[in-house]
């Protein structure tokens, strides 16, 4: 193929997003995965509460139980002719789990730690790379958004200069850590929103402030020193989520939808 100066093209981002969210329990991951347009879930953790939600598998038998179950199911949704518009796994940490367990019974190991030298979580990649290489089938290919929910942890990292801080993170190992936030678009970090107060303190004027959680939800998304987070669209540092309204308040930042 010849290329020409004259022949340039403005480009931007078309196809649907891959979104990561990630937070403590609680606050209402998979209410706001749910919200996003026909959702399919591939369900690790039992973690639906009273949520009525489209999965592979009936209530009684409980989530995903093998890495062989989620690839199956993934690799479902990229056969066979469907209506859903979105794929969920939920939740990133126990598929995680589940990839140890399969790269375990393959090398004949009794746990990850057995080929020493981190070389048991090397031997993850190739199962990683063979779930986000369907990912990215039913997203190219069926135009399926791709949102995976993780669970927080507080990990050490270093800044700039130097100086070790503390910060929210999406707990898994920092092998996986690395290649699934290199692959997302969008990385939020899913938080109640704390308003401090301050009250009366038994008189003579003083004061005592104390923090308090409300219903209202905060979606960071531009990676302020106390969490992980990134977003390649053009959207605000942070959302406000409400109940019911996450995905429309996260949806005018998303490549358009098909059809919308």
């Known amino acids: 193929m010849a290329f020409s100066i004259d022949a340039l093209h403005t480009t931007r981002a078309v196809h649907p997003p891959r979104v990561l969210i990630f937070g403590p329990p609680g606050t209402g991951k998979t209410t706001l995965a749910s919200e996003f347009p026909k959702p399919i879930f591939i369900q690790t953790e039992d973690g639906a509460g009273s949520l009525a ?8 038998e409980g989530p995903m139980s093998s890495y062989d179950e989620v690839t199956e199911a993934l690799s479902l949704l990229g056969s066979a002719e469907h209506g859903f518009q979105t794929v969920v796994i939920d939740c990133l940490d126990a598929l995680e789990t589940l990839i140890w367990a399969h790269t375990c019974a393959v090398n004949q190991w009794t746990n990850i730690e057995d080929a020493g030298f981190g070389k048991g979580y090397v031997a993850t990649d190739a199962h990683w790379d063979h779930v986000f290489s369907i990912l990215d089938y039913l997203r190219l290919t069926k135009k399926m958004n791709v949102v995976l929910l993780a669970h927080d942890e507080i990990t050490t990292a270093p800044d700039q200069s130097n100086v070790e801080y503390k910060r929210h993170s999406p707990r898994l190992h920092k092998r996986a850590l ?7 678009d969008v990385i939020g970090f899913l938080r109640q929103q704390i308003t401090v107060v301050e009250k009366d303190a038994g008189g003579f004027g003083k004061k005592t402030t104390k923090a308090e959680g409300g219903a209202q939800r905060v979606l960071e998304l531009s990676a302020p020193a106390f969490c992980v987070a990134k977003c390649r669209y053009e959207a605000p540092e942070r959302l406000i989520i409400k109940r019911g309204a996450g995905y429309a308040a996260l949806a005018p930042f998303l490549p358009a939808q098909p059809g919308s």
């Open 178 to 184: 690395a290649f699934v936030t290199a692959n997302m």
């Open 53 to 60: 939600l489209t999965t592979f598998k009936p209530s009684e």
